[in-house]
């Protein structure tokens, strides 16, 4: 599946760089955010951008997003 989005022209030139680097850093965001939102897996959201599921670990580590999910059934048990 591909998806376009429209950026206006005075919101590129703040964002700045390349396309390229424009498409990897929304196709993370998004990746981040489905696996937040528990849409994708962790093993979804890495093979999402196309990283190995350590390197994808690691960035949300850098990120200080937890990948340890526990429901808040068994959270009110501990």
């Known amino acids: 599946?591909?998806?376009s989005i429209e950026i206006p022209d005075s919101l590129a030139?703040?964002?700045r760089g390349t396309e390229r680097h424009l498409?990897?850093?929304i196709k993370m965001?998004?990746?981040v955010?489905?696996?937040e939102?528990?849409?994708l897996s962790l093993s979804e959201a890495a093979?999402?951008?196309d990283v190995n599921k350590i390197d994808f670990m690691d960035y949300l580590n850098k990120k200080g997003i937890s990948i340890m999910k526990i429901?808040?059934?068994i959270w009110r048990k501990i």
């Open 13 to 15: 030139l703040v964002i």
């Open 33 to 35: 955010k489905f696996y």
């Open 71 to 73: 429901s808040s059934v």
């Open 23 to 25: 498409q990897e850093t």
């Open 47 to 49: 093979l999402l951008v």
């Open 29 to 31: 965001s998004l990746a």
């Open 37 to 39: 939102d528990r849409i």
């Open 1 to 3: 599946m591909k998806v």
